[in-house]
């Protein structure tokens, strides 16, 4: 046992000491935030708002002060009915940003209206008379029934609902729910636990694959079992997943709390409080009804505990797998054909938890709760919607069986193919290595 924390130490800090392993650990939350802001302040800064003067031709006379009435963009809009387009075409004029020219009316010619201009435009301006003109012409529709009142008619007939999801439980208590915000959640934990598995998966068999090219398992060997080693590696690198993924968590939280204390002057972590915070300083009431409300009725406790059994049961797994390949082979090129079948495997769990988003009950994402390669991300997408217990608990010892006996036949490639060097093995000979005693 002693040996054993000597290699899992050795795993651990090494990895955890590395600067790739820091700057990722605190830049990640740094990107991630910067993926969502960056855009959000691009969107308000990059705007050109500086005054473009902007002529108006209208043969009509009716649309002028339409497009005139709300400038945007900086627009400013200019009259002159009497201006001839050809000349002003063959001598330009870096007064004007450009020219909308409308030659007949719209309701009987929709294509009578024309920007023409000397340099590209900006679609800003297309978008303005696009958000203008289609109320006037739809009002000049309607008066043109000579109907009295339609107008008032139609905008009567218009019906908006809203829709509340709420669910029973089996005592028949309610709690009201999001569609949205569940498949949202779901697909969180999904891609965490694809990323994650892959990431560090892959970490363990780089690490065996390096000691083994470099001959320093010869070793290693003489003094540790190769079930000793094979298990602390992957208890090793599974801790560092932990620990980057438990200070992730804390700067999540921190920052939750933090914009909490900016936007509302309080920071909890009761969403109903939170939501009762948010009533009284006017925040956007339907804010409150689609996110908050329906995230103070998640179970964050059950996702969590989940989230970390899967992550385990899927990382031991894949790492198992990841190492025997590694102790199989010796070069790189026959690493990477061995190991492209398992890769595929975790895209595939990753592409059907992705999918099943649409219908988590349905045949295809049931079936595959209870197959272990894909089973941690689609039952991540499942558990917000509350799937049936005896599903869960079914899924969960389908996945602790499978990882111990994968872990079983992993520990007799690792130990055989450890020291062997020259070729790459078939499977047939691989089968054969899982029955030695």
């Known amino acids: 046992m002693n040996k054993f924390w000597i290699v899992f130490k050795k795993e651990y800090l090494i990895k955890v000491r590395k600067r790739s392993f820091i700057i990722a650990t605190i830049l990640v939350p740094i990107l991630m935030m910067a993926l969502v802001m960056v855009p959000l302040l691009l969107s308000m800064t990059a705007r050109d708002t500086s005054e473009k003067k902007v002529m108006v031709v209208d043969h009509t006379g009716k649309y002028f002060d339409t497009i005139a009435s709300e400038s945007s963009d900086g627009f400013v809009f200019v009259d002159d009915n009497n201006l001839n387009v050809a000349e002003i075409r063959k001598s330009p004029n870096d007064d004007y940003y450009a020219y909308v020219v409308i030659t007949d009316d719209l309701l009987e010619n929709p294509r009578a209206l024309t920007i023409y201009s000397h340099k590209a435009i900006t679609p800003a301006l297309e978008k303005h008379i696009y958000d203008v003109l289609p109320e006037q012409l739809r009002t000049e529709k309607i008066a043109s029934y000579d109907i009295p009142e339609l107008n008032q008619i139609i905008e009567d007939t218009k019906v908006n609902i809203t829709i509340s999801t709420v669910q029973w439980s089996s005592s028949g208590d309610e709690k009201e729910t999001s569609t949205t915000v569940a498949m949202v959640i779901g697909q969180i934990f999904n891609f965490a636990i694809f990323l994650f598995v892959i990431m560090y998966g892959s970490m363990v068999m780089t690490s065996v694959k390096e000691e083994k090219q470099s001959r320093i398992v010869e070793i290693i060997a003489s003094s540790v079992k190769p079930t000793t080693l094979l ?102 090129e026959d690493l990477q054909q061995v190991s492209a079948p398992i890769s595929l495997f975790m895209v595939f769990g990753f592409y059907v938890a992705l999918y099943s988003v649409e219908n988590p009950n349905g045949p295809l994402p049931l079936v595959c709760s209870f197959l272990p390669f894909v089973a941690p991300g689609v039952m991540m997408v499942r558990l917000p919607f509350d799937p049936p217990t005896i599903q869960v608990v079914l899924s969960a010892v389908i996945m602790i069986v499978t990882t111990v006996l994968l872990v079983w036949m992993s520990a007799k490639v690792f130990r055989v193919g450890l020291l062997m060097y020259g070729k790459k093995p078939k499977l047939k000979e691989m089968i054969r290595w899982i029955r030695f005693s």
């Open 231 to 332: 298990s602390a590696k992957i208890a090793g690198i599974g801790c560092v997943g932990l620990t980057q993924v438990l200070i992730w968590g804390v700067l999540l939280v921190g920052l939750f709390l933090g914009l909490q204390g900016v936007f509302l002057n309080s920071a909890t972590f009761d969403f109903n409080q939170l939501a009762s915070t948010a009533q009284a300083s006017d925040v956007d009431p339907e804010l409150i009804q689609d996110l908050l409300i329906p995230l103070a009725n998640f179970n964050f406790g059950k996702l969590f505990f989940a989230f970390i059994f899967y992550f385990i049961c899927g990382y031991i797994s894949y790492a198992s797998l990841f190492a025997a390949l590694g102790a199989a082979t010796d070069s790189d």
